[in-house]
């Protein structure tokens, strides 16, 4: 992605999501940071898939201002460990919901081997060019076994429309690929399952009014506004569509196969 369309995007719309969320109340905090991601129903399907549980460990890669890793640990008692490039979103996280943040990038964890409980990367594949290097870290730092949470946005057929800049839509068979080759085994995977309710859909609603109001004449919201609706016209014209998907990590046993370009 461009830097200026991604912090635009991921960096400058989250710490005014985080300034509104102050004004609004903190009741409007994770479902105005979970960016467009996920619905509560997306989230209780990934949580129950990889069987959460009080005190486990969770590493939330590309985690943004921290919604989906938040909702986990009020939901599901988890221990997130939230990793984000993006320095006013990691802010945004720690100071709507004092988690601990990583600022790193999902292709360099910096985590030992074999130390993370479960993992999701929620949103955040389709943004990285080298997929695999991403599910390869995650696989690194996973314990054997464990459950990684992936939400994707998947291309269905030819795109006639433009991507936003610097997403990456991958098929569903490149994307089993990927998994596969990377030390993954493919458990489950579901479409989005149902509309957020409007308890949750309101309070998102709110805060984006609000940070529309206050900086609508910023050049950054006026690219990150133009991200949104490309992303609106493909879901709408059927060219991309989430899906959920639970995996696990391969154990040793398993080794990694060669990648596609060492083939
Ligand atoms: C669509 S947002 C999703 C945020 C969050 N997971 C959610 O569901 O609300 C994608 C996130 O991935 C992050 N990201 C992009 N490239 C990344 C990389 N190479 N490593 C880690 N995170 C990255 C972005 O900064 C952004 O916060």
Redesign the pocket.
Known sequence: ?TAVA?VA???DV?GWTADAVEQLGERHAIPA??????SPAALAWLAEACELSPGISLL?????????SAWAAERFGVRPIL????PA?GRAAARLFGLPILA????RIPLRTGSVDAA?????L???QDKAA?LEEIHRVLKPDASLGL?VLLAHGPQTHPAPEGSYFPTERELSVLLDDTGFELLEQIDQPGEAPLSWSRRAEQVAAFVATRHRTDPAYTLAAHQGERFTHLFASGQIAVRLIHAISRSAGHPLKPRMEER
Do not use: N
């Not at 990793?83 to 993006?86: G, S």
């Open positions: 992605m991604m995007e991921f960096d989250a940071t979970c960016r467009g991601s996920a939330d890669v590309g985690a943004g201002a921290g919604g989906p990793l984000e490039p993006m979103a790193a990038d999902g292709r999701w990367c929620l949103g955040m389709c943004t990285v991403v939400l």
